[in-house]
């Protein structure tokens, strides 16, 4: 047998564990597209390609709609199995959940909203397979308690938005984008939907990360960029949980690199016919060091899947708490249950990013000890893992986590609802 079909033996074993988790259905509207996308992954990541195919064959298949109900146009699927999707997904391109992560929230917001019109108008853009990017984030210009973008109104009533955004994730892919600026009519923070195909909008691809290098985490320019005011919302009012299920979306993504870590370490295994002389084997594959050490990187990656997986179940409860709120609006236990479920979500998110952070770290470094300094070479692609799992690691830093699930454990106290990242806010 080839090395290439024993690679493909390998991986499709280990994959099929990934697809037996989801519906029936579910799999084969999915899977012989991500079999097609995780083909190409490594040498993408290589040559920088952007999987702007990826993107679109997902896409079309109903990713973006995926949590929309039936009715609706959508897949209909909770939390916890559209998870188990993202993770099968990173699995073959470990980009493409967080490609999607900004329109994950909004469709969120669509699904929660007190806003009949507003759920209405994007659901419907939803179901039509729009999509949307994040460009909250700025590298320069704000503070942690103000936006550097600005939006105001022109003479003849025309809200503008004016600034420069960057880790704008899946933007360069998406319709719209989901930005932050700061209204000047009333000084509040706002969230706003931003049409990307029009005058005054410039999306560049300028990302220059190690890891997670496709993913179009680039800058966005606004100069006077027209913002719909049903657009509109105060940061303040976005649904509550929309911490947790942004590291819901990376935890995901960390989930699948470790699946794909050991598939790759296995294949790459499985093919490799020269051996040490000081081994217990005449095959690698038999050596039975090199079999405990796929064990344990197995048992690391199942057990930080496991985690990913009770996130989706405490983000999947604050989601039924929402619905309820907003339906029972003058029913303040329900706004309070509410309210704790989102903490409880975004304080499970951090216990799993504290364990995951690690663990997929040290898996995707380990895998090369089951190899020689051939799996080192940069067209194996398996550094790329690593990379990857880093880049991922490094957004919204699990050093802060410890101390809120500290404080949680100690006081009973849910950490701040919102944070923001930027210059510190002059004293009051």
């Not at 560049?204 to 919302?233: K, S, Y």
Request: contains cysteine; negative net charge.
């Amino acid at each position: 047998m080839s090395t290439a079909s024993v690679a493909a033996e390998v991986r499709t074993h280990i994959d099929d564990q990934l697809w037996a988790r989801l519906p029936v259905e579910i799999e084969a509207r999915f899977r012989p597209i991500v079999d097609v996308v995780a083909e190409g992954a490594g040498e993408r990541d290589l040559t920088r390609e952007l999987p702007r195919d990826a993107v679109a064959w997902l896409r079309e298949a109903g990713l973006g709609r995926a949590r929309l109900a039936l009715a609706d146009g959508g897949l209909g699927l909770d939390c916890p199995t559209f998870t188990r999707l993202l993770v099968a997904i990173a699995a073959a391109d470990a980009n493409i959940p967080q490609i999607l992560r900004g329109h994950v929230a909004l469709v969120e917001q669509a699904l929660t909203t007190t806003d009949a019109a507003f759920a209405r108008r994007w659901i419907d853009r939803i179901a039509a397979g729009e999509i949307s990017g994040n460009s909250w984030s700025e590298a320069t210009g704000s503070t942690t308690s103000r936006a550097g973008a600005e939006l105001s109104t022109d003479a003849d009533g025309i809200l503008r938005l004016n600034g420069r955004k960057f880790y704008t994730t899946g933007s360069i892919f998406a319709e719209w984008t989901d930005t932050v600026a700061h209204r000047l009519s009333d000084g509040v923070d706002v969230a706003a939907l931003v049409r990307l195909d029009q005058p005054g909008v410039t999306v560049i691809d300028d990302w220059d990360g190690f890891g997670q290098r496709l993913t179009g985490t680039g800058t966005i320019v606004f100069e006077d960029a027209v913002v719909d005011p049903a657009d509109v919302l105060p940061v303040a009012e976005r649904f509550a949980y929309q911490t947790g299920l942004y590291q819901l979306v990376l935890l995901a993504v960390l989930a699948g690199i470790a699946h794909a870590s050991v598939a790759d370490a296995a294949a790459a295994v499985r093919a490799r016919s020269r051996v040490y002389s000081h081994g217990t084997a005449a095959r690698v594959q038999d050596d039975a060091q090199i079999q405990a050490l796929l064990g344990e990187l197995a048992a690391s990656a199942f057990a930080v899947d496991a985690s990913v997986a009770a996130v989706a179940e405490a983000v999947e409860d604050a989601y039924g708490a929402a619905l309820a709120a907003r339906d029972r609006p003058d029913d303040e236990a329900a706004i309070d249950r509410a309210r704790r479920l989102a903490g409880l979500a975004e304080i499970r998110a951090a216990q799993a990013q504290s364990f995951a952070t690690g663990a997929v770290q040290q898996l995707t470094s380990r895998l090369f000890d089951t190899l020689g300094a051939s799996a080192t070479a940069r067209g194996a692609h398996l550094d790329r893992h690593w990379r990857n799992a880093r880049t991922v690691s490094s957004h919204n830093p699990v050093l802060y986590k410890n101390r809120w699930v500290g404080e949680w454990v100690l006081h009973d106290r849910l950490p701040q609802a919102l944070w923001a990242v930027g210059t510190p806010s002059p004293a009051k």
